[in-house]
């Protein structure tokens, strides 16, 4: 859904007090909201084509909600077409209903930018942590500069 503004509007008068007070306290936070809304979902395509010029391929994601089994977040993963793309992945397990048997789970994984304006605000504020520990998990899986002998690998291990 794509949102229609109206950069040429005024900022209205109100007759209650307390609303004109409200309003011009708070007046900037709408007045700069569509162009905060554009700066973040910039830097989610920008991190996730940076990311992809530089052939990151491993898989990672950090958890950025976890509570019995249940969780939400951000993952570098492969997307339905095979691609590394940055994504927002959910996984909700359910019980079965009487205790014995098989539960049901719902996952769902799809690049960040596509996710619904507050899923992507919510986990915008997680790309910092994000950038932290994809850097770790691919500065420790790189090949070593120079051949190693199993002996040796497996002593750093």
Do not use: C
Request: net charge negative.
């Amino acid at each position: 859904m794509k949102l229609v503004t109206d950069s040429t509007a005024t900022s209205p008068t109100f007759n209650l007090p307390e609303l004109q007070q409200a309003f011009q306290e708070h007046a900037q936070a709408f007045d700069t909201y569509e162009e905060r809304i554009t700066k973040m979902s910039a830097d989610i395509v920008a991190l996730e084509k940076y990311l992809s010029s530089r052939g990151v391929g491993i898989e990672y994601t950090l958890k950025t909600r976890e509570h019995r089994g249940d969780y939400e977040g951000l993952q570098w993963s492969k997307d339905k077409n095979g691609k590394f793309r940055l994504l927002y992945v959910s996984y909700a397990f359910y019980p079965h209903p009487e205790g014995d048997g098989e539960g049901t789970h719902d996952h769902d994984s799809r690049p960040l930018i596509e996710t619904p304006l507050k899923t992507r605000i919510e986990m915008f504020k997680f790309l910092g942590m994000f950038v932290h520990r994809l850097a770790a998990q691919v500065s420790t899986n790189q090949y070593p500069a120079t051949s190693q002998t199993r002996a040796e690998v497996e002593a750093e291990l």
